[in-house]
């Protein structure tokens, strides 16, 4: 049910009244802030990421050696640590988003995560008989003839 004008008019008013008040916190509540330093980390561990490619190439391309290994092994170094930042910072996107208004945030799906251990969305299919009975071998030989009869190999 929407709001009534009276209703609109006063929650504006307790807005206005909170940011006149406390700006960090209101700041804090709306979420931009959030945003906008997880996006400066991305930003700053795509540009890190960059450098990590240059150092591991150029470790590949000296030819020095032991040297050289050290310093691919670093760039890749460099390169993982700015692609860990880089994550955790779009998931602070995400989580800010969501804490502003859970209707416009980014599906968990999306980002990089795993609900349930990778379960939640796998079709469960019931259990045929045939299957527990018979040997391996029996089952491979079984599933052989079908694709043969069905033409499917």
Known sequence: MP?????????EQMERALVEEDPKFASTL??????????????????VFVVGVALLMGGVMSGKGAIGFA????????????ATVALTAVRGQQQA?????????????RGFTVIDGGRA??????????????????????RWRRRRESGGF
């Not at 802030?33 to 540009?47: F, M, Q, T, Y």
């Not at 310093?71 to 700015?82: C, K, N, R, W």
Request: proline letters at 4%.
């Open 3 to 11: 709001l009534s004008e009276e209703e609109l008019r006063l929650l």
């Open 30 to 47: 709306r979420g931009t802030s959030l945003r906008r330093s997880a996006r400066r980390r991305a930003i700053a561990a795509g540009v």
């Open 71 to 82: 310093i691919g092994i670093a760039g890749f170094v460099v390169m993982l640590g700015s």
């Open 97 to 109: 988003a969501a804490a502003v208004d859970p209707n416009t945030a980014a599906h968990p799906s």
């Open 121 to 142: 969305g796998r079709i469960r299919r019931p259990r045929r008989t045939s299957r527990s009975s018979g040997s391996f071998m029996e089952r491979v030989e079984e």
